[in-house]
């Protein structure tokens, strides 16, 4: 994290803590915008503020709001919706029941609370062991590659071991999975045995088309929802995310890319060192 002199453009403002701009503009990374300084003034004590690197196409800044010991803007997206993530500086935070995450960033913890449905998981499994059954099933396998069931991508797992058909079935329920069996009268026919997750029936399905139909009924949209942390001496910054559809599985590195830490404590001083009181 750096701070550019440039920076020094903006110090003024501090002693007015005004702008016709203020808020509007992005807080962009080592620029000495109005609505940066308006961040900084907004958590004093707060060693970082939070700043955009750059948006994905498709990603919309709203305006930043302040008042005192907080601030906060929102990123819209054309796929994962308005609002899907908002961005606070704060002066304190409550990780409550999440998870530190490693980083490389000195003086920052990033703790993370955070559920998400992805992927969708599918599991093969041959009846028995002959021949003709593991032959059906790596065909299967090989076509649910790369297939995608509302926006989410299909994570293929073959089962094939020398324990009986239905304890594998019954462990692969158990896991979660949407579940494909390959029996001995599927081979002759085409078709295939279908468990869909959460369900205890088996249904038959004429085609792998079929099969896919009767996941995606069941299926929702891909989400992220929850919070991250940074936290810091003298502040915390939060991510708070509601996503919904395509384009969540790349959204943390997505938001890592594209949002990072501003030196406000760095930016105090260039404004001391200047002359300026700051509030």
């Known amino acids: 994290m750096r701070i550019r002199l440039t920076a020094l453009i903006a110090i003024a403002m501090f002693a007015s803590g005004c702008s ?40 919309d ?15 819209d997206s054309d796929r994962l919706g308005d609002g899907f993530v908002r961005v606070d500086n704060v002066e304190s935070c409550d990780v409550g029941d999440a998870t530190l995450t490693a980083t490389d960033e000195r003086g920052i913890e990033l703790w993370k609370d955070v559920v998400s449905e992805i992927d969708i998981e599918v599991v093969v499994i041959p009846e028995g062991s002959t021949m003709a059954t593991s032959t059906r099933a790596v065909e299967v396998i090989l076509q649910l590659r790369d297939q995608e069931i509302n926006g989410r991508p299909v994570v293929v797992t073959p089962s094939a071991s020398d324990e009986p058909t239905e304890e594998r079935i019954e462990d692969a329920v158990a896991s979660g999975a949407h579940v494909v069996v390959i029996s001995i009268r599927d081979t002759e026919e085409g078709t295939l045995t279908v468990l869909i997750r959460g369900t205890e029936n088996e249904v038959e399905a004429e085609s792998l088309e079929d099969a896919l139909d009767m996941i995606e009924d069941v299926e929702s ?5 929850g919070s991250w942390f940074q936290v810091f001496e003298g502040g915390c910054v939060v991510y708070s995310f509601d996503a919904e559809g395509p384009g969540v599985d790349t959204i943390e590195e997505d938001i890592g890319f594209g ?21």
């Open 20 to 59: 016709t701009t203020l808020g509007r503009t992005m807080p962009e990374c080592d620029a000495g915008s109005a609505t940066m300084v308006l961040a900084v003034q907004s958590v004093p004590e707060a060693h970082y503020v939070s700043c955009v690197v750059g948006l994905k196409a498709g990603w």
């Open 61 to 75: 800044y709203e305006d930043l709001e302040a008042q005192s010991g907080q601030s906060y803007y929102t990123l």
């Open 221 to 225: 949209d891909p989400y992220y929802l």
């Open 259 to 279: 949002l990072s830490l501003f030196d406000a404590e760095a930016f105090r001083q260039i404004a001391r060192d200047a002359g300026y009181r700051l509030p």
